[in-house]
């Protein structure tokens, strides 16, 4: 096995047990957020979390699997909060809605 490869086994591994260590309950009662579910065909795939303008993150479902909207939340709070750069990670069909969520956030966050 690739040292590469192993890292990022092991970095995947250990978000994995970051992401499933937040608590929703605390993420409601915070007042500074904004989020949005991103729905396509009438089916949520995901969500956009934002806690300033530079905490920006996002969780997308890939086209054959079920969306779980607790982890897809969860997640998209992580990568906000380790200020992950969206625009690497979302798919060329979501770009306009990030970019909708953006602006969004720019007006929130003023």
Excluded: H
């Excluded at 909207?69 to 969206?86: P, Q």
């Amino acid at each position: 096995m690739n040292i590469n490869k192993l890292k990022e086994l092991i970095e995947e591994t250990l978000t994995k047990r970051d992401v499933e260590k937040i608590d929703i309950e605390e993420f409601n009662f915070i007042r500074n957020k904004l989020y949005q579910r991103i729905v396509k065909k009438g089916k949520c795939i995901g969500y956009f979390v934002a806690f300033s303008r530079n905490e920006v993150g996002l969780a997308v479902c890939n086209k054959i699997d079920d969306f779980d909207k607790e982890y897809g939340l969860k997640l998209a709070i992580y990568r906000a909060k380790k200020r992950i750069n969206v625009w690497e990670t979302i798919p060329k069909s979501l770009k306009f809605d990030l970019i909708k969520f953006l602006n969004r956030t720019v007006k929130y966050y003023k």
